[in-house]
């Protein structure tokens, strides 16, 4: 497989829905919710990338790292790089039609696993959106963690239970999505949660439960004295609100409390190995990726996927190389200039 002719290929099926833009900043798609930009201005996109950017790298290569350690734990996992395929819902209103829900479900979930890591799978206002990823979990023996959306508590607790079912190592919630008028124009009302609603939810659940959409440190606080497991900062890829700063901006100040008492994931922009490794110098354990898999998928299915984890595996190893750095679980932030 050639990256090029993957990016056209998933360029032709976009439609539209994406460009396959040079470079990933939001910069053309702004507005363009239902489809793969950002709420209104696009500045949440567009700080999630710039914020990224504005960290370099330090070069040292008088050491003696020359095989460096790309794997990590996370939730019990073993995976082979510290990438997470991202939730994505919604496939047939955001991708005009790209992939099914089902189609895309199962490829990034197989592309995924094929490159030693694992995807999350996302919810939405129809029913078949949540029950497509189950699908694809289960069919490669429960190798995936399902994002629910911020509904009633109940709700989430019946949910969580059927990804337990399926053999899922975690759920979570996007609570970032807490004001989505199309999950309540169908029915399906939802809304933010008190730190006691967490602890509920935790309390009546059997697997490590994540927090998704956190953004200042009292609130990543918050979901630790409740007993969650994980969180991820996010801001939901610019698409929930817009002018809100960077994930990397905010990174550092909520691992400063919660980092080694619970899991820190983050997304937002990071496109290369490099911006792998800035978030994990920054505080991360882990990150997750979405727009480049969802190119991936629609470009080259489940291959497609694993093709661009490899690749980001090879820019992240060569990047641990050229700074010194023997271990994805040991990033010290003085990488960073």
């Given at each position: 497989?050639?990256?090029?002719?993957?990016?056209?290929?998933?360029?032709?099926?976009?439609?539209?829905?994406?460009?396959?833009?040079?470079?990933?900043?939001?910069?053309?798609?702004?507005?363009?919710?239902?489809?793969?930009?950002?709420?209104?201005?696009?500045?949440?996109?567009?700080?999630?990338?710039?914020?990224?950017?504005?960290?370099?790298?330090?070069?040292?290569?008088?050491?003696?790292?020359?095989?460096?350690?790309?794997?990590?734990?996370?939730?019990?996992?073993?995976?082979?790089?510290?990438?997470?395929?991202?939730?994505?819902?919604?496939?047939?209103?955001?991708?005009?039609?790209?992939?099914?829900?089902?189609?895309?479900?199962?490829?990034?979930?197989?592309?995924?696993?094929?490159?030693?890591?694992?995807?999350?799978?996302?919810?939405?206002?129809?029913?078949?959106?949540?029950?497509?990823?189950?699908?694809?979990?289960?069919?490669?023996?429960?190798?995936?963690?399902?994002?629910?959306?911020?509904?009633?508590?109940?709700?989430?607790?019946?949910?969580?239970?059927?990804?337990?079912?399926?053999?899922?190592?975690?759920?979570?919630?996007?609570?970032?999505?807490?004001?989505?008028?199309?999950?309540?124009?169908?029915?399906?009302?939802?809304?933010?949660?008190?730190?006691?609603?967490?602890?509920?939810?935790?309390?009546?659940?059997?697997?490590?439960?994540?927090?998704?959409?956190?953004?200042?440190?009292?609130?990543?606080?918050?979901?630790?004295?409740?007993?969650?497991?994980?969180?991820?900062?996010?801001?939901?890829?610019?698409?929930?609100?817009?002018?809100l700063p960077g994930t990397a901006e905010v990174l550092p100040l909520i691992a400063e409390v919660v980092k080694?008492?619970?899991?820190?994931?983050?997304?937002?922009?990071?496109?290369?190995?490099?911006?792998?490794?800035?978030?994990?110098?920054?505080?991360?354990?882990?990150?997750?990726?979405?727009?480049?898999?969802?190119?991936?998928?629609?470009?080259?299915?489940?291959e497609g996927v694993k093709f661009v984890l490899n690749k980001l595996a090879g820019e992240l190893r060569a990047a641990m190389v050229l700074t010194g750095t023997a271990n994805v679980e040991k990033v010290d932030s003085r990488?960073?200039?």
């Amino acid at each position: 497989m050639e990256f090029n002719a993957l990016k056209c290929n998933a360029r032709e099926k976009f439609k539209g829905s994406c460009r396959v833009c040079p470079v990933c900043n939001g910069a053309v798609c702004s507005g363009e919710v239902p489809g793969m930009g950002a709420l209104g201005t696009g500045a949440s996109f567009h700080n999630n990338v710039n914020a990224l950017a504005s960290y370099r790298l330090n070069l040292r290569t008088i050491h003696n790292v020359s095989q460096p350690k790309l794997g990590c734990h996370v939730f019990g996992l073993e995976l082979a790089l510290p990438v997470i395929g991202a939730a994505i819902g919604g496939i047939g209103m955001n991708m005009k039609g790209a992939m099914t829900e089902e189609e895309y479900d199962m490829a990034i979930t197989s592309g995924c696993c094929q490159a030693g890591t694992i995807a999350m799978t996302g919810d939405g206002p129809s029913p078949e959106v949540f029950e497509s990823g189950i699908r694809a979990l289960q069919s490669i023996n429960g190798h995936g963690i399902p994002i629910i959306k911020p509904r009633e508590n109940h709700k989430i607790i019946e949910l969580a239970k059927r990804a337990a079912d399926a053999g899922a190592p975690a759920f979570g919630i996007d609570i970032d999505a807490a004001a989505l008028i199309n999950m309540t124009n169908a029915g399906q009302p939802v809304g933010p949660k008190t730190q006691d609603d967490l602890a509920k939810i935790k309390q009546h659940t059997s697997i490590p439960f994540i927090v998704k959409g956190i953004m200042t440190p009292d609130e990543a606080e918050a979901c630790y004295a409740a007993g969650v497991d994980g969180i991820v900062v996010s801001n939901h890829g610019g698409r929930a609100l817009d002018h809100l700063p960077g994930t990397a901006e905010v990174l550092p100040l909520i691992a400063e409390v919660v980092k080694g008492k619970m899991t820190v994931l983050v997304d937002g922009g990071v496109r290369s190995g490099a911006d792998v490794l800035k978030m994990l110098a920054l505080g991360a354990d882990a990150v997750l990726i979405g727009r480049p898999l969802a190119i991936g998928a629609v470009g080259g299915q489940g291959e497609g996927v694993k093709f661009v984890l490899n690749k980001l595996a090879g820019e992240l190893r060569a990047a641990m190389v050229l700074t010194g750095t023997a271990n994805v679980e040991k990033v010290d932030s003085r990488i960073l200039f």
